[in-house]
Each structure stands twice: as C-alpha cells, then as structure tokens.
C-alpha cells in the first residue's frame, strides 16, 4: 500500500488548510481504516484522527476536536483531514497511515507532509 499526502502549506493562526491522502497498491482496499497522525518539531509522533472504512466511525484527540473533520471517498481512495482555527501547536508533519484493523498501531504510512501555522 502507497499513501500519498499533499496539501502542506504554511497558515496563519486562525486559518484553515486542507490536507489529501490518496491509497494505491495491489494490497489497498477501501475496507482499511485511515487516518492522520502528527510529529511536531522536538515531540514523539501522535495520533489526530481516523475514520473507519464506510466514514460512519471517527476518533480524534482531545487537542483538534471541534477544530479537525476527517472524511474519505472511497470511490477516490482518498482521506481528508480539514483543519480549521488552527493553533501554532499544530505545526507539525502530518503523516497519512491506514490499516486493515488498528488504526491505532497502523502498518502503512505515507510520507508526511509539513504544516506551519504562524502566530
């Protein structure tokens, strides 16, 4: 499984920015989990959200709810993460993973993708 990320970008505090990450690969099926996690400069990697295979079950952590959406279209393979009133302390790479059945310790993750939010 390949998992390419994109929207990376640099915001001011307050702002909005969309991140995208689409599946591939003889193994993907739209049945995995996906989701986000995040590693800010100097900090372990941390989960942000996931979303079961049909979108119909999401988690977050405490630090984004209200402010994060995740959704998928399987018909696109893809995952998004809407990220809105974001806070310097989401500056951090945002890393785009999926699994068949945890997405808590996942098995692929894609390359991670840079988020800068200025004060």
């Known amino acids: 499984v390949q998992l390419q990320a994109s929207g990376e970008g640099l915001v001011q505090a307050g702002g909005s920015l969309r991140l995208s990450c689409t599946a591939s690969?003889?193994?993907?099926?739209?049945?995995?989990?996906m989701g986000w996690f995040r590693q800010a400069p100097g900090k372990e990697r941390e989960f942000v959200a996931a979303?079961?295979?049909?979108?119909?079950?999401?988690n977050y952590t405490d630090s984004v709810k209200g402010r994060f959406t995740i959704s998928r279209d399987n018909a696109k393979d893809t995952v998004y993460l809407q990220m809105n009133r974001l806070k310097p302390e989401d500056t951090a790479v945002y890393y785009c993973?999926?699994?068949?059945?945890?997405?808590?310790?996942?098995?692929?993750w894609g390359q991670g993708t840079l988020v800068t939010v200025s004060s």
């Open positions: 993973i999926a699994d068949p059945q945890n997405f808590w310790r996942p098995n692929y």
């Open positions: 690969g003889r193994t993907w099926s739209t049945s995995y989990a």
């Open positions: 979303i079961n295979w049909n979108g119909f079950s999401t």
